[in-house]
């Protein structure tokens, strides 16, 4: 994917971090006029304001959103609050009406995300507008999924791009309403530089508790904003009731987070340029010793290729596996994280050891 802008770059006035908040669904225009009353009273005032307007639900029967008319109320939230709207759309239909009301940015749920097909139709139905997009991950795990949607709509020329990680659905751990994924992110982070990430506590947690935790959690990943579903009296909320907090603990929580920044918006301290010469030293060491390594794995290659031998050599590679890990464990690393860099390691000296055994074939014939 080539540029995309950042959220600062939207041209909406937003600045990081960036608060989502309002409720799960819109109910109806007094519902919305008292959370807006009650984020003015507590002094709350998020970035932009979310409300849902078509709901996907799990099973037919709840309430499945109020629909085009809901989108008028949210004239109340510009009155009170001026800041800009965000819904919910689930197919071209939906998109086509919030560009018709004036929606500011639309968000693309993970019930939909999982459908390439739908995604697509969203993507051609905004295509031509300027609006930004905010993608969830999907309900699986599934990071291809995810970049892919985002990538149909930069093929249609939407490029004010974000992420929302609002969990995955687990079907054994229950702790979470969907068990966040804190690696997909970061990888999205790593592959787009500047794709920023918001996070949603709501839907990871499920439960009003928790929310600031998994809030500070996100934080603590470089993760680029919250979105937390508000209702003024949430025990009543026609959708979501458990997740959802009062405009009240929506300043408690957000008062409780301690933000933190990217190192990029300001200059390195003496100390951290010191630590981080250190740490490159160190690397250089790492790959020097990793170049030996692999030199002497050639050259088992070689001999194994004189002998006929195999190049994957079971009872040996578990005896390094093993020992290994064991003498990393002692040395403070994580098990898994032993595992994973001796898995590397083996599968790069097996298929080197391949690869000579092939070329030297390729020589013979
Ligand atoms: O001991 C060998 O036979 C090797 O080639 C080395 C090595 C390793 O990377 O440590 C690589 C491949 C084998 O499956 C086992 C171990």
């Known amino acids: 994917m080539k540029e995309h802008k950042q959220i600062k770059d939207w041209g909406l006035g937003l600045t990081g971090p960036t608060i989502i908040a309002g409720p799960c669904s ?6 919305i006029e008292q959370i807006c009353i009650e984020m003015k009273e507590n002094n709350v005032i998020p970035s932009m304001f979310r409300a849902g307007i078509w709901k996907p639900r799990t099973r037919p029967g709840s309430f499945e959103g109020i629909g085009e008319e809901g989108l008028k109320w949210m004239e109340i939230v510009r009155h009170h609050l ?7 759309v689930g197919n071209a239909a939906h998109a086509e009406i919030a560009l018709r009301n004036n929606v500011d940015v639309v968000w693309v749920g993970a019930r939909t995300t999982v459908n390439p097909f739908a995604v697509q139709e969203i993507a051609d139905a905004l295509a031509g507008s300027d609006i930004p997009v905010m993608v969830k991950n999907p309900m699986n795990p599934d990071l291809d999924l995810w970049m892919g949607a985002l990538e149909r709509f930069h093929a249609v020329g939407l490029t004010k791009l974000a992420a929302i990680h609002r969990g995955f659905s687990d079907a054994y751990d229950k702790r979470y309403r969907n068990k966040p994924n804190w690696s997909m992110p970061m990888h999205l982070k790593r592959v787009w530089t500047g794709m920023e990430v918001i996070n949603d506590p709501s839907h990871i947690v499920g439960k009003r508790d928790g929310i600031l935790e998994i809030s500070q959690k996100a934080m603590n990943f470089g993760l680029d904003g919250l979105m937390i579903e508000t209702h003024h009296d949430p025990d009543k909320a026609w959708s979501d009731a458990k997740q959802q907090v009062t405009p009240a603990r929506l300043k408690e929580i957000l008062s409780a987070i301690d933000f933190k920044k990217p190192l990029e918006s300001e200059q390195p301290s003496e100390k951290l340029n010191d630590l981080r010469r250190a740490v490159d030293h160190l690397d250089d060491q790492l790959l020097d010793i990793l170049q030996e390594r692999f030199a002497v794995i050639d050259q088992i290659g070689a001999h194994k290729r004189e002998h006929h031998l195999s190049v994957f050599q079971s009872n040996r590679w578990k005896e390094v596996m093993e020992g290994r890990t064991e ?16 898995y590397c390691i083996h599968e790069e000296s097996v298929k080197r050891q391949e690869k000579q055994l092939r070329e030297a074939d390729t020589v013979k014939k």
């Open 327 to 342: 003498k990393g464990v002692k040395k403070n690393l994580s098990e898994k994280f032993m595992r994973e860099l001796l």
């Open 82 to 88: 001026n800041i800009p709207i965000t819904v919910e």
């Open 26 to 31: 819109a109910e109806t225009p007094e519902q």
